[in-house]
């Protein structure tokens, strides 16, 4: 039986910050959401968004893709029944149920960002950002590697949803493709198309990078046009 996690003040919480790391290991991580301040459910990453740990030793910035989300009882023991029910109606009449309730995702792991470490166009050292400070500008990017980093996020390391700058800038080489292809008990073609959908997206439909997504997709299906059609049919503006 997992136990809900200790909830502390939201006010000084990041807004990108949106869980906390509950299982770890080499390819994956599993974070369950933090509770919103009002009577609500947590707020569940989409499939195929973007979202970022770190592993504080190296201070290694761990990029990762959705693959799965669920909301369950915290007793694992008693399922939930129906109750007919709409939200509204929920938090007027039975309010402890959204305590009752924990919202968990999973998250492939696509590569990772070592630690920015070199100067400012003034010459002046940047700082080394702090995991309370998780957001980067272009100013501040280290080097990206579109590989499995030496080590995973940590338990209990926190979780955000990644900036656009940061996937923007990450999604300038393409090899994080290769691994999505490769994900165990998902389908395949409709997470790669997630995770496309939202990068062209952040990048204003910018079809000479899609174009390249294409090409890419069609060397590591082999040639496979029915995969590679089904996947494309799914992005759009």
């Known amino acids: 039986m997992r136990l809900p996690l200790p909830q502390f003040a939201v006010d000084d919480r990041h807004p990108n910050h949106i869980g906390e790391v509950i299982e770890t290991a080499t390819t994956q991580f599993m974070a369950q959401c933090l509770e919103p301040e009002d009577l609500n459910f947590p707020p569940m990453p989409p ?127 393409l090899d994080f493709l290769r691994t999505l292809l490769q994900v165990k008990d998902i389908p395949v073609e409709s997470l790669a198309a997630a995770s496309i959908r939202d990068i062209y997206r952040l990048r204003k439909a910018n079809r000479d990078w899609l174009v390249q997504v294409g090409r890419t997709l069609s060397i590591l299906l082999k040639d496979d046009y029915d995969r590679l059609r089904y996947i494309l049919s799914q992005i759009h503006w």
């Open 47 to 173: 499939f195929g968004s973007w979202v970022k740990s770190v592993d504080e030793e190296s201070g290694n910035k761990i990029f990762a893709v959705v693959t799965y989300a669920t909301t369950t009882p915290i007793d694992s023991v008693h399922r939930a029944r129906a109750l007919g029910m709409s939200l509204a109606e929920l938090r007027e009449q039975q309010p402890q149920i959204f305590a009752m309730l924990k919202t968990e995702f999973k998250a492939a792991i696509v590569g990772f960002e070592t630690p920015y470490t070199g100067k400012n166009v003034n010459g002046s050292k940047v700082p080394r950002l702090e995991k309370t400070e998780p957001a980067s500008t272009s100013s501040n990017f280290g080097k990206v590697y579109q590989y499995l980093p030496p080590r995973p996020p940590q338990i209990h390391q926190a979780v955000y949803q990644c900036s656009p700058e940061e996937v923007i800038h990450f999604s300038e080489e």
